[in-house]
C-alpha cells in the first residue's frame, strides 16, 4: 500500500506547520505502510517544512517534475530543454512584458534563476526565500539545459490571456498550471514538461514502487491534486478541499488541515485497523 498526501493546505496547516499529532502518527504509521509527498515545493522546502516527519520514500517533487529519495538523490526528472524554455521566454517578454523565474536541474542540484526587474509579486515571494544560497541573481535570464519549472507571477485578468497564448504557441509540447496562490495576491503561471505534473509522476512513482493503482491514497485540496487522483485507486479530498476535487473524491472528511485530517485518516485506517 501507498499514501501519498500533497501538503499546502492538505497535510500541512495554513501557517505551513505540522501539528504534534500529526508528526506522531506519521512517523507511527510510516513503519507500517508507505507514506509519501506530493508537492509544487522543491527538495530544499520540504526538508526545512517536514523536519521531525520520517520520510523513508521516494518524494514528488516541483509539481511533478521531480521524484527524489529523501536524501535528495534523483530518481526521475521531467524537464523542459534550452530551445524551448528560451522560446517561452522570449515570447512573455515580447508580447505580455513578463519575465519568469526558473527552477532548474544543475550540477546535481536544484537551481533558482529570477530577472534583475522583478514585478511586485515576485519581489514578494523572493523576500521569503532571501535565506535560501542557492537562489542567485541572473542579469541575463536564459533558460538553462534542464529547466523544472518555469514561473510568472501576475495579474489575475492577464493569467488567462497569457495561458491561452502560451497554449496557442506550445500546444502539447507544455504542461501549463494557472492557479490563484493562496499566499500572494496573483495568479500563477507554472509551465513544465507534459509528463511533468503530479498526476504523470505518481505513475511513475508506483512503477518505481512495484504498486498497482488499486492499492494507492491519495489526499489533497485543489484543482493541481485532480491529476493524482486520476491516477490513484482511492481519492481522499480534505474537509477544506475545492468543489471539483471533492466531486472526483471517494471519500472527504470531516476535518480540514487546520484539524489534522489526514493523520486522522491514517490513524484509523492504518493503526486502529491493525489492532482490530
Same mark, same amino acid.
Not at 508507505?34 to 522546502?45: D, E, F, H, V
Not at 503530479?198 to 504498486?211: D, S, V
Not at 491516477?231 to 480540514?256: C, F, M, P
Not at 488541515?257 to 485506517?269: F, G, M, P, R, S
Given at each position: 500500500?501507498?499514501?501519498?498526501?500533497?501538503?499546502?493546505?492538505?497535510?500541512?496547516?495554513?501557517?505551513?506547520?505540522?501539528?504534534?499529532?500529526?508528526?506522531?502518527?506519521?512517523?507511527?504509521?510510516?513503519?507500517?505502510?508507505?507514506?509519501?509527498?506530493?508537492?509544487?515545493?522543491?527538495?530544499?522546502?520540504?526538508?526545512?517544512?517536514?523536519?521531525?516527519?520520517?520520510?523513508?520514500?521516494?518524494?514528488?517533487?516541483?509539481?511533478?517534475?521531480?521524484?527524489?529519495?529523501?536524501?535528495?538523490?534523483?530518481?526521475?526528472?521531467?524537464?523542459?530543454?534550452?530551445?524551448?524554455?528560451?522560446?517561452?521566454?522570449?515570447?512573455?517578454?515580447?508580447?505580455?512584458?513578463?519575465?519568469?523565474?526558473?527552477?532548474?536541474?544543475?550540477?546535481?542540484?536544484?537551481?533558482?534563476?529570477?530577472?534583475?526587474?522583478?514585478?511586485?509579486?515576485?519581489?514578494?515571494?523572493?523576500?521569503?526565500?532571501?535565506?535560501?544560497?542557492?537562489?542567485?541573481?541572473?542579469?541575463?535570464?536564459?533558460?538553462?539545459?534542464?529547466?523544472? %519549472?518555469?514561473?510568472?507571477? #501576475?495579474?489575475?485578468?492577464?493569467?488567462?490571456?497569457? *495561458?491561452?497564448?502560451? $497554449?496557442?504557441? &506550445? =500546444? @502539447?509540447?507544455?504542461?501549463?498550471?494557472?492557479?490563484?496562490?493562496?499566499?500572494?495576491?496573483?495568479?500563477?503561471?507554472?509551465?513544465?514538461?507534459?509528463?511533468?505534473? %503530479?498526476?504523470?509522476?505518481? #505513475?511513475?512513482?508506483?512503477?518505481?514502487?512495484?504498486? *498497482?493503482?488499486?492499492? $494507492?491514497?491519495? &489526499? =489533497? @485540496?485543489?484543482?493541481?491534486?485532480?491529476?493524482?487522483?486520476?491516477?490513484?485507486?482511492?481519492?481522499?479530498?480534505?474537509?477544506?478541499?475545492?468543489?471539483?476535487?471533492?466531486?472526483?473524491?471517494?471519500?472527504?472528511?470531516?476535518?480540514?488541515?487546520?484539524?489534522?485530517?489526514?493523520?486522522?485518516?491514517?490513524?484509523?485506517?492504518?493503526?486502529?485497523?491493525?489492532?482490530?
Amino acid at each position: 500500500m501507498l499514501f501519498l498526501s500533497d501538503l499546502d493546505f492538505t497535510l500541512l496547516r495554513d501557517d505551513t506547520t505540522l501539528s504534534k499529532f500529526t508528526k506522531e502518527i506519521w512517523n507511527r504509521v510510516s513503519y507500517k505502510t508507505k507514506l509519501s509527498i506530493a508537492t509544487a515545493r522543491s527538495y530544499t522546502g520540504v526538508k526545512e517544512l517536514l523536519k521531525g516527519l520520517r520520510l523513508s520514500e521516494p518524494l514528488i517533487l516541483l509539481d511533478g517534475a521531480v521524484i527524489a529519495n529523501p536524501d535528495g538523490s534523483i530518481l526521475h526528472i521531467a524537464s523542459i530543454d534550452k530551445e524551448l524554455g528560451n522560446a517561452i521566454i522570449d515570447l512573455a517578454k515580447k508580447e505580455f512584458q513578463l519575465e519568469p523565474l526558473i527552477v532548474a536541474y544543475q550540477e546535481g542540484r536544484e537551481s533558482f534563476h529570477y530577472p534583475k526587474n522583478l514585478n511586485r509579486f515576485q519581489k514578494e515571494l523572493i523576500q521569503t526565500m532571501k535565506m535560501r544560497n542557492r537562489i542567485f541573481s541572473d542579469h541575463k535570464l536564459q533558460a538553462q539545459e534542464q529547466n523544472l %519549472k518555469i514561473v510568472y507571477q #501576475l495579474e489575475s485578468a492577464l493569467s488567462f490571456e497569457f *495561458e491561452e497564448k502560451l $497554449t496557442k504557441a &506550445f =500546444g @502539447d509540447s507544455i504542461e501549463i498550471k494557472n492557479s490563484k496562490d493562496p499566499y500572494f495576491n496573483c495568479h500563477f503561471i507554472t509551465i513544465l514538461h507534459p509528463l511533468g505534473d %503530479k498526476g504523470h509522476a505518481l #505513475l511513475k512513482l508506483e512503477e518505481i514502487e512495484n504498486i *498497482e493503482k488499486e492499492k $494507492t491514497t491519495v &489526499f =489533497g @485540496d485543489s484543482y493541481n491534486d485532480i491529476g493524482i487522483f486520476e491516477a490513484a485507486g482511492k481519492k481522499v479530498a480534505v474537509a477544506n478541499a475545492v468543489d471539483a476535487l471533492k466531486q472526483r473524491a471517494d471519500i472527504v472528511l470531516k476535518e480540514s488541515n487546520n484539524e489534522d485530517a489526514v493523520a486522522k485518516y491514517l490513524q484509523k485506517e492504518i493503526l486502529e485497523n491493525t489492532l482490530k
